[in-house]
């Protein structure tokens, strides 16, 4: 799903092929807030709907791919104006995530290997 983009600037007329601008980009004082929480709480609420459809739902695959998610998502939606301290505490979410991650790599393989 694409942000949904809320400007509140009275004067939006973009160019076909002009870039959106961010809050650096703005020079007169208005903003363009982007909110991506909505899109991602919708998609980690269903993702074990579709699991269980799949019949392949289990803690497990749902840390993985919500864990995948999160990388993806906090790539593309990072803050442009610099280092926030929500950002930072989600630096280390995701080396707790990657932690949990190596655990439960380390027990499929051992599970494989003999």
Request: aromatic share 14%.
């Amino acid at each position: 799903m694409s942000p949904q983009f809320v400007p509140e600037a009275k004067n939006n007329d973009r160019k076909l092929g002009e870039a959106f601008p961010t809050h650096a980009d703005i020079d007169d004082g208005t903003t363009i807030s982007c909110v991506p929480g909505r899109a991602r709480g919708l998609s980690l609420s269903l993702s074990p709907v579709a699991l269980t459809m799949l019949n392949s739902f289990s803690v497990e695959t749902y840390f993985v791919l919500a864990f995948v998610w999160l990388l993806i998502s906090s790539e593309v939606f990072a803050p442009v104006d610099g280092e926030s301290v929500w950002w930072v505490r989600l630096r280390w979410v995701k080396v707790g995530g990657w932690v949990v991650f190596a655990y439960l790599l380390f027990q499929r393989v051992t599970t494989v290997i003999p």
